[in-house]
Every structure is written in C-alpha cells, then in structure tokens.
C-alpha cells in the first residue's frame, strides 16, 4: 500500500452539515497529527463567496468541534472555494482549470481526491462530469468517496455503479460506512483473530446467538424528507447492521489485506438465507414511533415530524433473524434491530454463548449464559460475563464482569470515524470502505423486505417514543426461547 499523503482534496457540498460538522474537524486533526503532508482543499458549493468567507467557515467549524487551536490560520490558508453549479455542465472547465492551478501551486502530483458531500442524485452526473471535463485526467492518483446512500434499491445502486465506474475503477471508488471507522467495530476482527481463547468457540457448536443494537433517541429531525424515501430498513439494515454481521460472521481471511478481507465479507452476504414472501413477517418486524418522552421531555410521533406525511408507512424501527446458512453458522440466529426514539442511544453487540450442560450449583438457580460484549457507542470496550464463586461459606455461582472499557483508557485520543477512513482514503486503503459486491449483495437481501413491506399498510405507530421498540421485537426472540439483553443493564463502567 502506498503512503501518499499529497493530495488536491475536492469537496462538493463544501457549505453542508456533513462538511461542516465532520470533514473540517476530522482534516485538522490529520493536519495537526502530522498526517498530512502536502494538501489543498477545493470546496465546491452554488453559493458565491469570497474565499476568506469559506476559510471562516472552516475556522469555525473547527473551533466548535476541537476548541482553539494555534495553528487553524496556517491549516485554513490551504482551503479554497469555487462556487459551482454540479447540474450545469458548463462550469466543470473552470473547476478543472482551477484544480490544475491549485495542484501545480502546491506541487500536489496529480493526486485527488474527490469526496461527494451531497445528495446521491448527483453523484453519477457529477462522476460522468469529472472524466469528461478531464478532471480525473491527471497524473497521480484519483480518488472518490461517496456516503450512503448508494441507491435505494439493488438496480438504482446498479445504475449509478454504471455511471461512477466510468470515471473510476472499483479500487479508485471508496464507499464509505461510517460505522466501519468506529473503533469498536474496526476491534471485532481484533478481538476475533488475536485471542486464542475466542475463536475456537467462534461457531455453532458454542454460540447460541448474537444481538446487535444501535439504537438512537433522536427522532428524524429535519431530516423528514430523505427519511421518508428511506426509512430503518434502508437507511441501517443495508449497510451498517449487515457490515456488522458479516464482520462478526466471516472466516479468519489469510492475510489483512483489504482483497481478502473484502472476499471473506462477501462470503457471509452470499450466504444469507434471503427471506422473502410470507416469511418476511416470520422474520422482520418493523416498528413506527409514536408519541412519549425522551429524557423526561414530551416528543412527537414520527406522522407529526416537518415533512412527514400524515398516514406516512415508513418504518423508524426494524428488528430481525437473520441466518447464515454456512458449516461455522447454521442455526445461530443473528438478531438484529435498530430504530428511533429509543429508550438509550446505544450501539451493542452481544455474543451470547451456550449453556453449560448442566447446573452444579444447585443453590444459584440459573446460571447466567457466558456473555461477550462489544459496546460500540458512546461507550467503546468490551465485557466478559462469567460465572464465579459468590465470597461466604457456600459453592454457589455468581455472574462477574470483566470489562475493558477504552473510553477510559483512550478517552482524548479515540479520533472520530471520518479522520480514520480519510486517512485510510489517502493511503490507498480500502478494507474499511464497502466493495460493490457487498452492496450489491446487502441490497438484494433488503430488497425482498421492502418489497413485502411496500405491498401492505402497517399498523402504525405501534412504539412509544422512549421504548425499546414494538413488542412484536421482543416476541421475535421468545419465540426461539431468547430475549434481548437490555441494552443499558450492559454499560461498560467507565473508569475515570
Ligand atoms: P446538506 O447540508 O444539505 O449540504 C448539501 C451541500 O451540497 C451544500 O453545500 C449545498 O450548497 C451543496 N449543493 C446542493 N446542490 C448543489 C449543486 N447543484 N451544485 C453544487 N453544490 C450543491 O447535506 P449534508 O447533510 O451535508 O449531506 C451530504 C451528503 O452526505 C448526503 O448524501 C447525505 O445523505 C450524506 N450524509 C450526511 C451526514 C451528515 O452528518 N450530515 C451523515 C452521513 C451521510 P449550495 O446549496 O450552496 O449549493
């Protein structure tokens, strides 16, 4: 892999939210830890403003998420701004003119990245743009990040697969999934591939399930529209649930290249058992929040949010079985459910591991099942539940924890997801951004949900805003003789 860290960073987008709250703050911090070496900033946007404006906004942007810095004047005097219009196909030469300018100023190579902060309608015309206006003819590396979502359904996803890959190949293209930057997620394969004592029991022979959660108690804000055109099973399922799946359930790869890993991530989407027709119901519940209060304060229903429609069958929450017909996995259900309004914001994965055969300890009634523990967000560790001996006179058996939990350890220095996968992104390391094939893979398998769900009304809304969700999600499990780990019962205690 190569360490080049030169390069023209071309943002279209560069006055939005994502810009804003994310890339300024995470580009500093690369800046600041030394990562950077020779860079240019291009932000692009239809507003017309002097470049000074556009730098304030970088400042200020950065001030509100990392404090005062001394070094923000030096870091802001490389940002430039090009007011643009990504519809009008006549000023794509001005921009690549500029581009050029920019690039031999700063001796930057020929090396771009182009990351597409904006809504996914433009990110095929604008890819179609940056070949035929020569702006991807240059002598370096090219490079393009997009966010979710890449499509909406497995054909919209293989039309604009089309379009973006006649500008770039599938290794120039860098799809990001934010969840894929997160610490915790990025350990699953650490946790899995360096512990002796883990992976032996990494299978059907000791597993009796696996939980994910992300749950959040924000609600859809502002973001009615997109929301509505998406809904959980889209907007979570297709991309970070079932990246998380196929890391907790993919074989050891050879090596850690990003090919490897990429193909053992691809072998458990292949293996999937898709659920469709009549089974969807048997298998996914979906859920729609209704009024109730957050942290003590009263909140709308979802049909009550701005843009929202009034009889709206968007779901904000889903849960789901999903199986993974494969040697190391038949028969271990992977429940997984994710929604809004929830009672926690909480990002958990609990492996739940099976009863020992018998209970020798007559006076404990129940022995807890051994329980691993990822927590995601906004804690980040891990717990191991065990069974001990309870201090006194009698052999009875009692659950102890033992927890790492790295928001203690690591607190100031655990850097956001995007300063991660930018940084990858400039280093020609793809392992963390999603491969076409898992895409297409993930959206195939959502596909024959949403078409059920399309089909049929629901009878919404059917969870209070501060619940963990519709009962149905809960029976999903008792039916199979489990129940969902409470999420917060499941705090890693941060040490302080
Ligand atoms: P946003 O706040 O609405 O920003 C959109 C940006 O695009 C603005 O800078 C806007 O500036 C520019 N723009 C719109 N139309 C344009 C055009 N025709 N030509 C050139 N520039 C144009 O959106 P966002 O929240 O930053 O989200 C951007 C993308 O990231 C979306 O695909 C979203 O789904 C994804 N995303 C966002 C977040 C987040 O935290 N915000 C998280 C994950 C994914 P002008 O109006 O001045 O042109």
């Known amino acids: 892999m190569e360490e080049n860290m030169t390069s023209l960073i071309m943002i279209f987008g560069a006055t939005g939210d994502l810009a804003k709250r994310k890339l300024f703050p995470s580009l500093y911090r690369l800046y600041e830890g030394k990562r950077l070496n020779k860079f240019a900033v291009i932000g692009v946007a239809r507003n017309a403003q002097p470049n000074e404006t556009f730098q304030q906004a970088v400042k200020e942007s950065v001030l509100a998420a990392l404090g005062n810095k001394n070094d923000l004047d030096e870091f802001v005097s490389h940002f430039y701004y090009q007011a643009h219009d990504a519809a009008d196909s006549s000023s794509y030469a001005d921009l690549k003119k500029f581009a050029d300018e920019i690039d031999e100023h700063y001796n930057l190579e020929g090396n771009r990245i182009f990351y597409l902060a904006m809504a996914p309608q433009f990110f095929g015309p604008i890819a179609l743009h940056l070949k035929s206006d020569g702006l991807t003819d240059v002598k370096g590396y090219k490079r393009l990040i997009i966010e979710k979502p890449f499509g909406h359904d497995l054909s919209s996803a293989k039309e604009l697969n089309q379009q973006i890959r006649t500008a770039f190949s599938e290794e120039e293209i860098y799809r990001i999934d934010h969840y894929l930057g997160k610490e915790m997620v990025r350990n699953i394969e650490v946790i899995r591939f360096a512990n002796a004592i883990f992976e032996p029991l990494w299978n059907n022979q000791f597993i009796s399930n696996i939980q994910i959660t992300s749950s959040e108690t924000l609600g859809v804000e502002e973001r009615g529209r997109y929301y509505e055109s998406s809904g959980a099973l889209r907007d979570m399922l297709q991309n970070h649930m079932l990246q998380m799946v196929a890391l907790l359930a993919m074989e050891p790869p050879i090596k850690l290249s990003t090919d490897e890993i990429r193909s053992e991530k691809v072998r458990v989407f292949r293996s999937l058992r898709m659920i469709e027709g009549e089974q969807v119901n048997d298998y996914f519940v979906r859920g729609q929040y209704g009024e109730g209060s957050i942290n003590g304060e009263q909140v709308p229903k979802y049909r009550d949010e701005p843009m929202v429609d009034k009889e709206s069958n968007t779901e904000t929450f889903v849960a789901g079985k999903i199986m993974i017909d494969n040697f190391r996995w038949a028969g271990v259900p992977f429940y997984i459910r994710t929604g809004k309004r929830m009672a926690a914001k909480s990002t958990k994965i609990v492996i739940q591991f099976k009863d020992i055969p018998i209970n020798l300890y007559y006076q404990t009634e129940k022995l807890n099942p051994n329980l691993l523990v990822i927590h995601v967000q906004p804690e980040e560790g891990i717990t191991l ?112």
């Open 385 to 496: 539940y065990l069974n001990a001996k309870k201090a006194g006179g009698n052999m009875d058996a009692e659950e102890v924890k033992l927890t790492f939990a790295n928001t203690g350890a690591n607190a100031m220095n655990t850097p956001e997801g995007y300063e991660k996968l930018l940084y990858d992104c400039m280093r020609g390391d793809a392992t963390n951004f999603t491969h076409w094939d898992e895409v297409a893979y993930s959206w195939a398998f959502v596909d024959k949900i949403s078409e059920v769900w399309q089909k049929t009304k629901a009878d919404f809304p059917n969870y209070a805003s501060g619940s963990m969700g519709p009962k149905a999600a809960d029976d999903l499990l008792e039916k199979d003789g489990f129940f969902w780990w409470p999420v917060t019962d499941l705090d890693v205690e941060i040490c302080q």
